[in-house]
């Protein structure tokens, strides 16, 4: 059974930092490309990054890009998110994602404000 749990969301001022991780069981979490995805209240699902199974290619969404960071850990089946200069509209709950099979996480909540 895919597992994705992720962490390290919480509260914090525009402009602060947070840094997201999603542990990763029940596959072989080097074989698959990754993502994140959020979702603000009231709004649809959105794709924020990607990054395929070596860790070599990453992609952004204009959002965030320069701002975000997506890696991986294949040794410890781990996805990182590091989120800089964060603005109160990237306030949502954060989910970890397999695009293949369409597995994701339970989500952590991540809140901008001041």
């Known amino acids: 059974e895919v597992q994705l749990v992720e962490s390290g969301g919480g509260l914090v001022q525009p402009g602060g930092s947070l840094r997201l991780s999603c542990t990763a069981s029940g596959f072989t979490f080097r074989n698959y490309a990754m993502s994140w995805v959020r979702q603000a209240p009231g709004k649809g699902l959105e794709w924020v990054s990607g990054?395929?199974?070596?860790?070599?290619?990453?992609t952004y969404a204009d959002s965030v890009k320069g701002r975000f960071t997506i890696s991986r850990d294949n040794t410890k089946n781990t996805l990182y998110l590091q989120m800089n200069n964060l603005k109160p509209e990237d306030s949502a709950v954060y989910y970890c994602a397999r695009p293949t099979g369409g597995s994701r996480g339970q989500g952590t909540q991540v809140t901008v404000s001041s």
């Open positions: 990054i395929d199974n070596g860790g070599g290619r990453t």
